[in-house]
């Protein structure tokens, strides 16, 4: 090779080096321009995510954030010893005013303050822990993976779990809001996608007792968003009055509501009303000797007494023990004792169910509840004595008459409450035809599941743990609540029984004694 190849190698060589260098530069200054948009824009990505966080819990929070904006504001302006004196002010007032009148205080203060408190210190600090621990979260460490396996010349799918390395994302439950009642608290939680309601059931009972209380219940608001309810003091404890009498004497006989009518107190502390006409009025309460099956019964007659005298109500009374209604045998229009005198009275009830179709068929869908056409209510104390134990003629043809009042009495105006210890479908082979059940103490726990339902005790009904002492206690399903609603029946004392029969009676309300009747003779008391 000569000595200008050479030179022009070199040359070449030199000049591919230069161009190098200066594309190199370029492209250095390119990536350094990419490297500060990239820095700049994912900075900007963050804050605009900062902000759009900070805005909506200022939204989701506005109370909380408009008292520390007056805090600090007041910090600012009129400085600390002016904050701490009006707060030391502030707070010597509310306690005031909670030893003074704890009702009104709670009802205008506390709960909110102790909504706020629960809100921040408990629930959202310490439930998703919890609900972890109860395994109410989802992981995203296992992943459903379809692979297609090729078996013999055919294809099949077949569904596999891939668990991915390192440490697995973990979701909880959020929680969305706290209201704290008197005796509840009712925390409201978003669902992760993968949940459903009723794994929240089936974890109430350990969400209880992580939170430290008797009973947690789960309400379903929305498709995604349950309440979960923890009852921190228990408001049955003590005995429910039923209504005083001298109350109704007052009362015109069309201002009860026959729809809505007293019979106790739910664990909420609210009203528990029960329907005697119209839909859900046929009632089955199922409970042991001296569970307060009587309370039930009583409590709603009671409340009713101003209709019942004036006649807008015809009580009838089925009574194998012979004892419990006979107690105030003067409101009931029709009582029997024995099953000859229970055929006899569920005849008559259908003959006017027969005579009311005849009237109002064609005209109307529902028979006007008045005092010419009364609602027919029958109270059938310990059904099974004559639907379980008696000759089986007799107990056959009970069946047949209280099964056809149960499914054509709601629309022509007649209501049958039934009463029992052993709710087993042989005892009461009607039992799927009262649409509203109560379950008392009774002594087995699969005495639950065929009052309520299935799955009843799961949900928290526990009725074989009510204590003897709290009589009148039981569960109700079907009150608006997934969970069973605990509910306790008005007492009903010897004495209110009597008065009741005075007040009722004194208002001229017919008892037809069916002896007599079949006589030929009525008699009036």
């Known amino acids: 090779m000569s000595a200008g190849m050479v030179i022009l190698a070199l040359l070449a060589a030199g000049l591919g080096v230069w161009v190098l260098h200066k594309i190199g530069h370029a492209l250095a200054a390119i990536l350094e321009a990419l490297a500060a948009v990239a820095v700049v824009f994912v900075a900007l990505w963050w804050l605009l995510k900062t902000l ?12 909380t954030t408009l008292a520390l904006f007056a805090l600090w504001a007041w910090w600012q302006w009129l400085g600390w010893l002016s904050l701490a004196i009006s707060a030391a002010c502030l707070a010597a007032v509310l306690a005031a005013w909670r030893v003074a009148h704890v009702v009104s205080f709670d009802q205008w203060c506390g709960r909110f303050l102790r909504s706020w408190w629960l809100r921040w210190a408990v ?33 099949r799918r077949k569904a596999v779990s ?20 008197a005796s509840w608290d009712e925390v409201r ?41 923890f009852m921190r003091r228990d408001l049955l404890a003590s005995p429910v009055s039923c209504p005083a009498l001298p109350d109704l004497v007052a009362v015109d006989g069309t201002g009860v509501d026959l729809r809505h009518v007293f019979a106790g107190r739910t664990e909420y502390g609210q009203d528990w009303a029960v329907p005697l006409m119209g839909p859900g009025a046929h009632l089955l309460v199922a409970g042991a000797t001296g569970a307060g099956k009587n309370s039930v019964m009583w409590c709603p007659l009671v409340a009713s007494a101003s209709v019942i005298r004036a006649g807008v109500i015809r009580v009838s009374g089925i009574d194998p ?20 005198e229970a055929l006899a009275l569920l005849d008559e009830l259908l003959e006017e169910l027969e005579r009311r179709k005849a009237e109002f068929a064609g005209r109307v869908r529902e028979v006007p509840i008045s005092t ?6 029958l109270e059938f104390d310990e059904i099974g004595a ?64 065929m009052v309520l339902g299935d799955n009843a005790y799961e949900r928290g009904a526990w009725a074989n743990r009510i204590p003897e002492s709290a009589a009148g206690t039981g569960y109700v399903w079907g009150e608006g609540v997934r969970e069973p609603l605990r509910i306790r029946a008005g007492w009903v004392p010897d004495e209110t029984v009597k008065a009741l029969e005075h007040y009722v009676t004194n208002g001229g309300a017919r008892v037809i004694d069916l002896a007599a009747r079949r006589g030929g003779e009525g008699a009036a008391a």
């Not at 891939?162 to 009642?181: D, E, I, M, N």
Request: glycine share 10%; aromatic share 6%.
């Open 189 to 229: 939680v978003e669902l992760v996608p993968g949940q459903k309601p009723e794994d929240f059931d089936d974890a109430a009972r350990a969400l209880a007792s992580a939170r430290k209380v008797s009973r947690c219940q789960v309400r379903e608001l929305e498709p995604n968003v349950v309440s979960l309810d």
């Open 52 to 63: 759009v966080w900070l805005v909506k819990q200022v939204v989701i929070h506005w109370r």
């Open 162 to 181: 891939r668990t991915g390395g390192g440490s697995a994302a973990v979701r909880v439950p959020k929680v969305l809001g706290v209201r704290s009642g």
């Open 372 to 377: 010419e056409w009364p609602l027919e209510l």
């Open 123 to 155: 629930y959202g600090r310490k439930l998703p822990a919890w609900l972890h621990a109860c395994g109410l979260s989802i992981s995203d460490g296992t992943l459903p993976v379809e692979v297609t396996v090729n078996l013999v010349g055919r294809r």
């Open 321 to 340: 023990k012979g004892m419990e209604l006979s107690y105030g045998r003067g409101i009931f229009a029709r009582y029997a004792v024995t099953g000859a």
């Open 386 to 449: 004559l639907t379980k134990y008696t000759d089986r003629k007799t107990r056959e043809q009970i069946v047949e008459k209280v099964a056809i009042l149960n499914t054509q009495g709601r629309a022509l105006g007649f209501t049958v409450r039934g009463y029992v210890q052993e709710p087993t479908k042989d005892t009461v082979p009607v039992r799927e035809l009262f649409p509203r059940r109560v379950c008392l103490r009774v002594t087995s726990k699969t005495h639950v599941g």
